[in-house]
């Protein structure tokens, strides 16, 4: 089945410093990959959605410039959370898909759970 | 109205019993939806995918009823390892298909 790792699984870090987290299909082309986050006891809610080459499109509420995405490759998307804050503490999970909006089926990958202290 | 509401729950229930959910959405143009299964502190796993009336997979049926825009999740002999959050997955209204829209989840919580 497709496989979608997240690198790292938690990272604790500093206020003030950057984050850079992987998000890698292991055995598909992804076509779209997209970012979500995730906090206690609520829903996953998408952050943005990236293509790759080209560049994501953000999600309404979600600063383009904290949340910087990169979708390098087909198999490849990373998210760097800059000039981290204790409130972007959260758990960000990362999924891919391989197909078109109509397959809509959506892999996810294992999660990072960041902590901004 | 929220795109897919879900009762929250919990839902304490034995083992062996025969529990169900819904989960109401909003677009009526939706064509797909899915349950998702996640564990606490876990990335959410594809349980079932529905694009017509209804789908099977052994203990688990998801239904879709399309008139009233609810999908349901029943799940028969319920065992400990169900224990878990349902996460009722619909595309977004916005972006043409290509987003999903997650509900809270509903907790299940199986016990002896």
């Known amino acids: 089945g497709a496989v979608v790792s997240q690198h790292p699984s938690r990272v604790i870090c500093k206020s003030g410093t950057s984050v850079k987290i992987e998000c890698r299909s292991l055995d598909f082309q992804a076509t779209t990959m997209f970012w979500y986050r995730q906090f206690p006891k609520q829903s996953l809610m998408l952050m943005a959605t990236s293509n790759e080459g080209s560049k994501a499109t953000y999600e309404q509420g979600v600063e383009k410039d904290k949340f910087l995405i990169n979708h390098a490759s087909l198999t490849l998307s990373t998210l760097t959370v800059t000039s981290a804050h204790p409130e972007d503490s959260s758990f960000y999970i990362c999924?891919?898909?391989?197909?078109?909006?109509?397959?809509?089926?959506?892999?996810f990958g294992p999660g990072t759970r960041l902590t901004v202290l | 109205r929220k795109e897919v509401e879900q009762d929250p729950g919990p839902f304490n229930v034995p083992e062996g019993a025969t529990v169900a959910f819904n989960c109401t959405y909003s677009n009526s143009a939706s064509q797909s939806f899915f349950w998702y299964r996640q564990d606490c502190r876990k990335e959410p796993k594809l349980l079932m995918s529905v694009y017509s009336s209804g789908n099977e997979d052994g203990r688990f049926t998801a239904q879709l009823n399309r008139a009233s825009q609810y999908i349901s999740l029943l799940i028969r002999d319920s065992k400990l390892s169900d224990s878990a959050t349902y996460l009722c997955?619909?595309?977004?209204?916005?972006?043409?298909?290509?987003?999903?829209?997650f509900g809270t989840g509903t907790q299940l919580k199986v016990e002896l």
């Open positions: 999924s891919a898909r391989e197909g078109t909006p109509r397959d809509n089926e959506q892999f």
């Open positions: 997955v619909a595309p977004a209204i916005t972006g043409g298909g290509n987003k999903l829209t």
